[in-house]
Structure formats: C-alpha cells, structure tokens
C-alpha cells in the first residue's frame, strides 16, 4: 500500500435542510495515488466541490474516512488540519480567490509567508512558480491588471508554491472562455507529466 495516497472510504455528507436533509455524497471509496491524474464529472449539485473540500481537509465528512499519507484525517485537530492543507494540498478555485490588493507576486508568495520561509526563499520560490505557468512578466500586476486566464496561471502558482503532494482544482476552467480553458488544462497536463499528482 502506498503511504502517500489519498484514501477515501466508504464517505458520506448530509447538509440539514429545510424540510429533508440532503446527501450531497454517500458511501464513496476513491483511492488516488501519488503520480495520478484524475477528472472528476457530473451535473451541477451532484457533490463534486463536496468531495474536493473533504480530499484537500477543508470539510469533514459526515461519516467515513479520509486518509492522506497514512493519517486518518478525522483524528487530526485544527492545527495539523491546518499545516497539511498549507503544506501538503495546493487548491485551485474556479473563481481565483486571489487578494485583490496584492500583486500576483505577494499572491504567491503568502502560503511561503504562513509557511515561515526566508525572504529570500519567498521571493525566489514565489517568482520560480510564476515561470512555470508563463506568469514571470506579470509579478508586479495586481488582479485587477490581469485576464481571467492569467488570474487562474496565478492561483495556479499560488497552489504550486509549497510543492504540495497533491494539486486539487475545482472547475478550474468554468469561469474561463474555451481557448483560455484549454491553455489551462494543458498547464495541469504539463505539471502532471513532470510528476504531480
């Protein structure tokens, strides 16, 4: 068994609702070992942002377990949730989620920040990741400056920065035109092909 797949067994998430609760994932079982490039699909609601949170520790299941490098996560307390979602998971959002005061340097380079990396090591890893997703011309420019195409390059760097184990991305073209979606799924291509999960 490999100690560095994510493991899902047997998950489930109810959200109480008004009338009836609502089951937005039963009794998953998904295995993703380290090298994978996996596509998760299906119609809006049914539970594809639901199970992403849980996979990258930002939500907890209701029942099941969820295993990532060997630890169960329901074990865990907020802390080590908190330094394996900053460390070990990069997320990518379909909406950017980038700060719009920051240039996409410092957008970058704030998970090295929380991560209390040198200023120097913040400086070049923020930049290093920028040239990997054609970005190294843009550093200074603040969202607002850029397209939606180039927003989602920086989330992208944003996600790379700590060399997290896993890179998980939640409809990281739906806010994008065809063209731009395709120059962003070729990127997730490329870093797969030199090794990321």
Request: hydrophobic share 40%; proline share 4%; with cysteine.
């Amino acid at each position: 068994m490999n100690e560095n797949a994510l493991r899902l067994e047997g998950v489930s998430k109810t959200y109480p609702g008004g009338q009836a609760n609502v089951a937005a994932l039963s009794g998953i079982d998904l295995r993703v070992e380290s090298g994978e490039f996996l596509i998760v699909t299906g119609p809006s609601g049914c539970g594809k942002s639901t199970l992403l949170h849980i996979m990258g520790a930002m939500d907890t299941p209701t029942s099941g377990h969820v295993y990532l490098g060997g630890r169960e996560l329901s074990s865990l307390d907020d802390a080590a949730l908190s330094r394996i979602r900053l460390e070990e998971v990069g997320f990518v959002y379909q909406f950017f989620n980038l700060i719009p005061t920051m240039t996409a340097h410092e957008n970058v380079a704030l998970p090295l920040i929380l991560q209390k990396r040198s200023r120097s090591e913040v400086r070049s890893r923020a930049a290093a990741a920028l040239e990997r997703v054609e970005m190294g011309r843009r550093l200074d420019h603040f969202p607002r400056q850029l397209s939606g195409g180039e927003m989602q390059r920086v989330a992208i760097a944003r996600a790379l920065a700590n060399s997290p184990g896993f890179l998980l991305a939640d409809e990281p073209t739906g806010n994008l035109d065809s063209s731009t979606a395709e120059e962003i799924l070729g990127i997730f291509q490329n870093l797969h092909a030199q090794g990321h999960t």
